[in-house]
Structures are given as C-alpha cells and as structure tokens.
C-alpha cells in the first residue's frame, strides 16, 4: 500500500461506519479520487466493502484437490474379471478440501485455493464445503471436469483400487496463484497437496520464503512424489507415508532403523519438520531440532472406512502446531483425529468441532493414564 492507502485505512479502522462524502470532507479528497482509492482497498481485500470492514485476519490457506469421492464397498471377497456385489456412496473430498474442512470445522479461518469444472459436481462440492471454508478464490473451468475420486474397499474397510480423475488441477498453475497474491500474503499459514504441478509447488516454496509464511506440503500418492522439490528448506511440516518417501528417496523401509533412517534423510533434504506415517503401525516424527521420535498408531478393532484417515490426523496435527502445542500433543493429536475418523463412513467426521476435538483428546489421555 502507498501513503495514501495507509492514511486512509487507518481512518476507517478508527470509524469503519464512516461515509465516504464524510471521508472525503476528512482527509480533503476528492470524492472520485477517494472511490477509487476505495475500491483499490477493496479489490486488494483490506477492505471487505460498506461498511468498510477491514480484513485484518490471517486465515490457514489450503492449495489443492476438491473433488467427488464415490465408494463401493465390496460385500464379498473381490472377484477379478467379473461383477462384484457391492454398496456405494458417494461425498466430497479431495486431499487440501478434506483438511480445510477438518481445520474448519475445528474453528479455523479456512480459504481455500482451487480448480473446477463448471458442472453439477462443483455445485455440490460448493454447497456441503462452503460452511467450513472460503471457496471463493476457486476457479472454474467451462471444458474441464470437476475432479473425481472412485475407491473399491474390500471387506475390512481396506483400499482394494482406486481411480483418479484429477486433468483439471493442472490448471492451478504459478499465474493462477499470482492473482492471488493478495490474498497468500495474510496466510498465516499455507497447505499444499501435490495435486498441483511441480512449478507451482516450486512457486510457493519461493513465495513462503520471501514472505515468511509457514508450508505445509502433503503429498497425494506414490506416483505424484516426482512433484517434489529436490531442496526442502522452505518446507515447515512435510507429511508423508512410507511408500511415498520409499518412491522419492529411493530406499526399502523394512525395520524400524529403516524407518528411523528415512526420517533422517528427509531432515538432510531441508525440511524443518517431518512425519512418515506407516498405518497400522504408527508414526515416526523428525523435528527440526534433530529430535526423533516413534508414536504407536491407536488400535481401532472396529475400522469401517479408511478414506481420509490421513487427511484427519494431518489436519490435527497443523492445528495443534499452529497453537504452539508441545510434539507429543500435536502428534497425539492427529493420531486421536485419524482413529476417530476410521470408525465414521465419512470422509471427515461429522461431529467434529472444536469442543468435540477437546473432550476426544481428554478422552483418549484418560484412558492412556487409566
């Protein structure tokens, strides 16, 4: 902002009511100079409009994939080649809308960054994701699909297949993110997934740095790894499964030391913090620090849908991170999430929220001390 600006905003901070023939008399303007000072402040978003209610928050923004996830749950075991009975459903997701939402409906300030079709399937995803999160800066596309995410479960609740229809976020390129500079700056924090192509992950890197905005990448799946950057200095949190840091390290994890080495090496490469998660059989944490740590997973007997179990305890832990909570309690955190989530059919639990997240945490702590 110049001079000008400043001087201007300032004013209406100190009386946001004010009219602009009242502003004008004020600071001696013009009134068609001020309006176009005005709707400058608006358009760069410090001002949200009449009555000029300035935008002063600092919202988590999430980068990524929103797209319809349809489930076929297989009733038997799965027979190659042929029909294979089964119940389905179907809901929103997306590995960055998944955890906007998680972080939304734990209260957080949500803006969410995107690419759609202009179809049916957008509408959809608009309407059950805009109460936990800010979609306008999503971008519609008239030639595009909306993404799209069909899994087979067998009958454990377990991923048998899963196809991807995901062309249309190629098209959440660095120009894209640029006309929406504005807005990236007041981040006070940045999540992305690797839905996005690699330039515009290399972008952010630099965009972060230079504005001294925490990121947080979360990788999508084993094959999208090459999205990557090789240098991970400007990376805060890099959360990763083991066959995702298998395929990008180029290693075999088979025993703990393994495990153990593979967070390491991820350190070595620049990130300030990092978890490889290995499901059933818990987490292993690299802090900046050097600190190393291994958490067991919380048993859950009664799994019935895995999908989202790690966009949840994602979620978690950048939740209770950015509240400046000690490692154990973030990662504790996310493990409570994730298990709590794997016992719901729904991608992001419904009954999560604030007060809920409190009495699970609670909850689990007394069962452990007990």
């Given at each position: 902002?110049?001079?000008?600006?400043?001087?201007?905003?300032?004013?209406?901070?100190?009386?946001?009511?004010?009219?602009?023939?009242?502003?004008?008399?004020?600071?001696?303007?013009?009134?068609?100079?001020?309006?176009?000072?005005?709707?400058?402040?608006?358009?760069?978003?410090?001002?949200?409009?009449?009555?000029?209610?300035?935008?002063?928050?600092?919202?988590?923004?999430?980068?990524?994939?929103?797209?319809?996830?349809?489930?076929?749950?297989?009733?038997?075991?799965?027979?190659?080649?042929?029909?294979?009975?089964?119940?389905?459903?179907?809901?929103?997701?997306?590995?960055?809308?998944?955890?906007?939402?998680?972080?939304?409906?734990?209260?957080?300030?949500?803006?969410?960054?995107?690419?759609?079709?202009?179809?049916?399937?957008?509408?959809?995803?608009?309407?059950?994701?805009?109460?936990?999160?800010?979609?306008?800066?999503?971008?519609?596309?008239?030639?595009?699909?909306?993404?799209?995410?069909?899994?087979?479960?067998?009958?454990?609740?377990?991923?048998?297949?899963?196809?991807?229809?995901?062309?249309?976020?190629?098209?959440?390129?660095?120009?894209?993110?640029?006309?929406?500079?504005?807005?990236?700056?007041?981040?006070?924090?940045?999540?992305?997934?690797?839905?996005?192509?690699?330039?515009?992950?290399?972008?952010?890197?630099?965009?972060?740095?230079k504005n001294n905005i925490p990121l947080v990448i979360i990788p999508?799946s084993s094959p999208k790894m090459s999205r990557l950057p090789k240098?991970?200095?400007?990376?805060?949190?890099?959360?990763?499964?083991?066959?995702?840091?298998?395929?990008?390290?180029?290693?075999?994890?088979?025993?703990?030391?393994?495990?153990?080495?593979?967070?390491?090496?991820?350190?070595?490469?620049?990130?300030?913090?990092?978890?490889?998660?290995?499901?059933?059989?818990?987490?292993?944490?690299?802090?900046?620090?050097?600190?190393?740590?291994?958490?067991?997973?919380?048993?859950?007997?009664?799994?019935?849908?895995?999908?989202?179990?790690?966009?949840?305890?994602?979620?978690?832990?950048?939740?209770?991170?950015?509240?400046?909570?000690?490692?154990?309690?973030?990662?504790?955190?996310?493990?409570?999430?994730?298990?709590?989530?794997?016992?719901?059919?729904?991608?992001?639990?419904?009954?999560?929220?604030?007060?809920?997240?409190?009495?699970?945490?609670?909850?689990?702590?007394?069962?452990?001390?007990?």
């Amino acid at each position: 902002m110049n001079e000008q600006e400043e001087f201007i905003l300032r004013v209406i901070r100190d009386n946001p009511f004010i009219s602009q023939e009242e502003l004008s008399e004020m600071i001696g303007m013009s009134k068609s100079s001020l309006a176009n000072i005005l709707s400058g402040l608006i358009k760069k978003e410090h001002v949200f409009g009449k009555a000029y209610v300035l935008n002063e928050t600092a919202p988590i923004i999430c980068i990524g994939g929103a797209n319809i996830d349809r489930k076929f749950y297989a009733q038997s075991d799965i027979t190659a080649e042929t029909s294979n009975p089964v119940k389905s459903s179907r809901s929103v997701g997306g590995v960055a809308r998944n955890i906007a939402e998680n972080l939304g409906r734990l209260g957080e300030e949500v803006t969410f960054i995107s690419t759609a079709g202009n179809d049916s399937e957008w509408e959809e995803i608009y309407e059950l994701s805009s109460p936990f999160m800010n979609l306008e800066h999503v971008t519609k596309f008239d030639h595009s699909a909306t993404g799209s995410y069909t899994a087979v479960l067998d009958q454990n609740g377990d991923l048998n297949i899963a196809l991807a229809d995901m062309d249309v976020f190629d098209q959440i390129t660095p120009e894209l993110l640029i006309k929406n500079t504005a807005i990236l700056r007041k981040a006070k924090c940045i999540i992305v997934d690797l839905n996005c192509p690699s330039e515009t992950i290399d972008f952010l890197c630099f965009f972060t740095s230079k504005n001294n905005i925490p990121l947080v990448i979360i990788p999508v799946s084993s094959p999208k790894m090459s999205r990557l950057p090789k240098s991970l200095n400007a990376v805060s949190w890099l959360i990763v499964n083991k066959d995702e840091t298998e395929t990008f390290l180029n290693i075999d994890i088979n025993d703990e030391q393994d495990w153990k080495d593979s967070v390491k090496k991820w350190l070595e490469l620049g990130v300030k913090n990092v978890i490889v998660t290995s499901g059933a059989k818990g987490v292993m944490v690299g802090r900046e620090n050097g600190e190393i740590l291994y958490f067991p997973a919380i048993e859950t007997p009664n799994v019935v849908d895995v999908t989202g179990a790690g966009d949840s305890f994602c979620s978690a832990v950048i939740y209770s991170w950015l509240q400046k909570q000690d490692t154990e309690t973030i990662i504790k955190s996310g493990l409570v999430n994730s298990h709590k989530t794997i016992m719901s059919k729904y991608t992001v639990r419904q009954e999560l929220s604030q007060k809920q997240f409190k009495l699970d945490m609670e909850g689990y702590l007394n069962e452990t001390i007990s």
